[in-house]
């Protein structure tokens, strides 16, 4: 079966880095575009960046433009969230999806247009 397991959270100070990783199996990776969503306490699931399957094209959350960088490795079947000057507000657990489509990531995707998703991984970002 298909699974998407993260790794890499943990808990920071404001303006650390943290790098998480998503290692996906069981689906045929280089044709879905891949991408990171995150939930905080008392908040909906929010879109964060999007890779598209080549890696050729990516699409951030306006919150994080600039900040954190998203990429994949298409031989190794794994996204990477690169995530520097973090804030506070970033605190949530994130989420690795899956969405199947070879077209460039341009718009930010919907819950409804995620076809799998990781268990999620938590960060905290204390001041």
């Known amino acids: 079966q298909v699974q998407l397991v993260e790794s890499g959270g943990g808990s920071v100070q404001a303006g650390d880095s943290l790098r998480l990783s998503c290692a996906a199996s069981?689906?045929?990776?280089?044709?879905?575009?891949m991408g990171w969503f995150r939930q905080a306490p008392g908040h909906d699931r929010e879109f964060v960046a999007l890779?598209?399957?080549?890696?050729?094209?990516?699409f951030y959350a306006d919150s994080v433009k600039g900040r954190f960088t998203i990429s994949r490795d298409n031989a190794k079947d794994t996204v990477i969230l690169e995530m520097n000057n973090l804030r506070p507000k970033d605190t949530a657990v994130y989420y690795c999806?899956?969405?199947?489509?070879?077209?460039?990531?341009?718009?930010?995707?919907?819950?409804?247009?995620?076809?799998?998703w990781g268990q999620g991984t938590q960060v905290t970002v204390s001041s």
């Open positions: 890779i598209s399957w080549s890696g050729r094209t990516t």
């Open positions: 069981g689906l045929t990776f280089n044709e879905y575009a």
């Open positions: 999806a899956a969405r199947l489509g070879r077209r460039a990531a341009d718009q930010a995707p919907e819950d409804g247009d995620i076809h799998y």
